[in-house]
C-alpha cells in the first residue's frame, strides 16, 4: 500500500513572503506523476502543479514550483511572494496505485496580510 | 482546463430516502472517474473508482450496495447513496481523470444532509 505523508498540519506565511509546504511518498513505481492540489474555502480542488517523475528537472508554475526529490520521495511546494489567495488547504497526490488516488491529510495555509 | 460538473450542489434528505449525484465532464471523455467523500477540516476520502462500462471499484470499508455507482456514458457517472441516514451526511466530490496526463479534474462538490 502507498503511503503519503504531509508533516504540517497548519501553516501561516507573511504576504509576499515564500513557504514551503512538505510532502513525502513511499512507491514502487519508477514512472509516475505527482500534483499539489489546493483546496481554498469555496473548497473547489484546484490543480497547482505537477512533476513527472521521470524529468529531473524541477516544475515551476509562476509564483509555484517544486522541490522533487526522487530518491528520497520528497515532493514539496514552494510558494513564492504569496498572496491572500493562496489562503487554503493544500493537498499533496502520490503516484497513482492501480488506478487509485490518495491524498495527503493536507496542510492548511494561512497568509497573513 | 476541463470542467467537470456536479449536480445538485446542495441536497437535503430525509433519512430512509434515496439521493442521486451526477457528474459529467463537459469538455473531455473521462473513462475514469472517482467519488470522493470529505469530512469538515479533513482530506478527501477515496471513496470508489468508477470505470466507464464495467463495475466500480470501492474501498475497503464502503458498502457498495449503500453508494451505488453508475458509470454508464464517457460522460457522466452516478452516486445514489441508497436508504440516507444522519450519518451519511457529508461533502461527496467527484473528479474525472485525463488519461493523456493523469491530472483529476475535480467537481465542485455536494453538500449533502440527511434529517
Known amino acids: 500500500a502507498q503511503t503519503v505523508t504531509q508533516s504540517q498540519p497548519e501553516m501561516s506565511v507573511q504576504e509576499a513572503e515564500t513557504v514551503t509546504l512538505s510532502c513525502t511518498y513511499d512507491t514502487s513505481e519508477n514512472n509516475y506523476y505527482l500534483f499539489w492540489y489546493k483546496q481554498p474555502p469555496s473548497r473547489q480542488m484546484i490543480l497547482v502543479i505537477r512533476q513527472e517523475a521521470y524529468k529531473q528537472q524541477n516544475a515551476t508554475e509562476n509564483r509555484f514550483s517544486v522541490n522533487f526529490q526522487k530518491a528520497a520521495k520528497s515532493f514539496s511546494l514552494k510558494i513564492s511572494d504569496s498572496q491572500l489567495g493562496d489562503t487554503a488547504m493544500y493537498f499533496c497526490?502520490?503516484?497513482?496505485?492501480?488506478?487509485?488516488?490518495?491524498f495527503g491529510t493536507g496542510t492548511s495555509l494561512t497568509v497573513i496580510p | 482546463g476541463a470542467v467537470v460538473s456536479q449536480h445538485p450542489s446542495r441536497v437535503i434528505c430525509k433519512s430512509g430516502t434515496s439521493v442521486k449525484i451526477e457528474c459529467r465532464s463537459l469538455d473531455f471523455q473521462a473513462t475514469t472517474m472517482f467519488w470522493y467523500r470529505q469530512f469538515p477540516k479533513k482530506s478527501l476520502m477515496l471513496m470508489a473508482t468508477?470505470?466507464?462500462?464495467?463495475?466500480?471499484?470501492?474501498e475497503q470499508g464502503v458498502e457498495k450496495d449503500k453508494f451505488l455507482i453508475n458509470h454508464a456514458s464517457l460522460t457522466l457517472s452516478t452516486l445514489t447513496v441508497t436508504s440516507a441516514h444522519p450519518e451519511d451526511s457529508s461533502f461527496y466530490i467527484c473528479?474525472?481523470?485525463?488519461?493523456?496526463?493523469?491530472?483529476?479534474?475535480f467537481g465542485p462538490g455536494t453538500r449533502l444532509t440527511v434529517t
Open positions: 473528479s474525472a481523470r485525463n488519461i493523456f496526463s493523469y491530472e483529476q479534474y
Open positions: 497526490a502520490p503516484p497513482e496505485t492501480g488506478n487509485q488516488f490518495y
Open positions: 468508477s470505470n466507464e462500462g464495467s463495475k466500480a471499484t470501492y
